[in-house]
Structure formats: C-alpha cells, structure tokens
C-alpha cells in the first residue's frame, strides 16, 4: 500500500518568513496530493490540492510543488502569520478506483510574532 | 464542497459499551470514508463506506468491533463496539465529492472510555 513521510514534525518560523513542509510518497499510481491544515480541536480543512497533471499550483500565500519522478511534494507558505500556525497534513491517493487516502504524520507549525 | 456533520461531537462512555456514530451529509455523495484520529497524531483510516454493499476495512480494524453502515448517499454510522480505554480518541467522518474530486471533513467525534 501508499506509505507517506512527512518532514518535519515541528516547524518554527518568525512572522512574514517563509515556511516549507515536504512529503514523499512510495505508490506511482498516486495522482491525488492534497494538504490539510487543523487548528486546535476542529476538523482537518482543505487548504490546497495538486492533481499529477501538473508540477506547481498556487493559491495567494500558499504554493504546493509535485515532482512525479522523485515522488515528492512540497507545501510552501509565504508571507507567513500568527493565523498560519496550526498541524499541516500532507496525504496522497488517487482519484481513480477507491479514492481514499494516505496521510503524512503531520507537522506542527508555529509563527513567531 | 460539502457541509458535513457528525453526532454525536462528544461522549464518555464505560468500556464494554457500544456507541454508534453518525455522519450526515447535505448533498449524495459516492464515497464516505471514517478515520480515527488519537491525541497528537495523524489520521487512520478505519474504513471505506460503501453504498449498498460492505463496508471496506483497512488493515488493523474489523467488521465486529467497527461496523459500519451506508444505508443511503448522505447518511453513514460507525459504531464502536465493545469498547476499551484503548479506543479513546476522536472518530471523523469524510466525504470524497466533486469534480475534481476532493475530500471533506465532518467537524469529528471525542470518544473518551473510562
């Protein structure tokens, strides 16, 4: 089956820099590559998704990378805030077939003011 | 997406007890799926919840300690059954919908056994 390493656990970065989250995959049928953020007791949320079409996709302040031959993907975070600090969740699957999901151990994100 | 919900949002519950969970969903939806998720880690999947059919477990859980049922497209239950201390943690449902696919979270469960 799908293994996903996340890395790394924990994460500190000061406010308005840049933070990067990395995950690799072991399963080449992956094509699905989503990233979820959870704040302290809510449910995991949907924050950016890449499909294996594709190398980079960003949406405002966040950016997600694919590279397809390395089976690696990266979550990028600029202009960071006290807002981003939370537990980031890489996963992988396919959207083809069974569609479940394997998740990363997850990194925990913090934003020095 | 979709709006998900999830009762009940917490419970403490003696060992040797069943609770059965709820997941509704606001719209149908082909694939529901239920994780667990225990204190600090990352999410396990339990199971695959198929409309009309059995549900698919994932390795380390069974059918006799986690059944599951998919009575129609917007509505799943996860019971946990006979339960342990071991089997504190919070139950969340999640919906694969859309095109493209995506999956959603419901707002989760907080099992606690004493």
């Known amino acids: 089956g799908e293994n996903v390493e996340q890395h790394p656990s924990t994460l500190s970065v000061q406010e308005g820099d840049s933070a990067v989250i990395k995950c690799t995959y072991s399963d080449s049928a992956s094509n699905y590559f989503p990233w979820y953020k959870q704040e302290l007791g809510k449910r995991p949320q949907l924050i950016i998704d890449i499909r294996s079409n594709v190398g980079e996709k960003k949406d405002q302040r966040i950016a997600v990378t694919l590279n397809k031959t390395a089976k690696h993907f990266s979550l990028h975070i600029t202009e960071t805030q006290p807002e981003d600090s939370a537990v980031y969740f890489c996963?992988?699957?396919?959207?083809?077939?069974?569609?479940?999901?394997?998740f990363g151990t997850g990194t925990r994100l913090t934003i020095i003011p | 997406s979709a709006v998900i919900s999830q009762k009940p949002s917490r419970d403490i519950c003696q060992r040797g007890t069943s609770l059965t969970i709820q997941c509704q969903v606001d719209?149908?939806?082909?694939?529901m799926f239920w994780y667990r998720q225990q204190p600090g880690q990352s999410l396990t999947l339990i199971a695959t919840a198929n409309q009309g059919s059995e549900a698919t477990y994932e390795s380390g859980f069974v059918i006799d300690k986690f059944p599951i049922s998919r009575p129609n497209l917007t509505f799943s239950t996860l019971t946990v059954s006979n339960m342990s201390p071991e089997d504190s943690s919070i139950y969340l449902c999640?919906?694969?919908?859309?095109?493209?696919?995506?999956?959603?979270f419901g707002p989760g469960t907080r099992l606690t056994v004493t």
């Open positions: 996963a992988a699957g396919n959207n083809f077939g069974n569609e479940k999901l394997t």
């Open positions: 999640s919906v694969g919908t859309g095109t493209p696919y995506e999956q959603y």
């Open positions: 719209s149908q939806v082909t694939m």
